[in-house]
Nanobody
Framework: VQLQAFGGGLMQAGGSLRLSCAAS????????MGWFRQAPGKEREFVAA????????YYAESVKGRFTISRDNAKNTVDLQMDSLKPEDTAVYYC????????????WGRGTQVTVSS
């Protein structure tokens, strides 16, 4: 199983970044996909999730209206479009996979750094 996240980088406040996560080694279309982040000195927190079909999405209040999660089951990828970035969005972002009906995120990627300067 592999979740490879990429697309992070340095961006000024107000800018946009798009993260992508490529999955392999499991049946991607059967899993909910999510993005989490961890800032220095803080706990890892939920950012967004998308259902197996892509028809339902969920967001943390802190990113609602600014971030958009989407998936492509044909390509086994999940993306996170991040707009109107703020310095407080600075963190390592991780993609993860979870089976519907469970509370455990079973598979995790290594993470990609996003830094937003003010």
């Amino acid at each position: 199983v592999q979740l490879q996240a990429f697309g992070g980088g340095l961006m000024q406040a107000g800018g946009s970044l798009r993260l992508s996560c490529a999955a392999s080694g499991f049946t991607f279309s059967l899993y909910r996909m999510g993005w989490f982040r961890q800032a220095p000195g803080k706990e890892r927190e939920f950012v967004a999730a998308v259902s197996t079909s892509g028809g339902s999405t969920y967001y943390a209040e802190s990113v609602k209206g600014r971030f958009t999660i989407s998936r492509d089951n044909a390509k086994n990828t999940v993306d996170l479009q991040m707009d109107s970035l703020k310095p407080e969005d600075t963190a390592v972002y991780y993609c993860a996979a979870s089976l519907p009906g469970t509370t455990t995120w079973e598979y995790w990627g290594r993470g990609t750094q996003v830094t937003v300067s003010s």
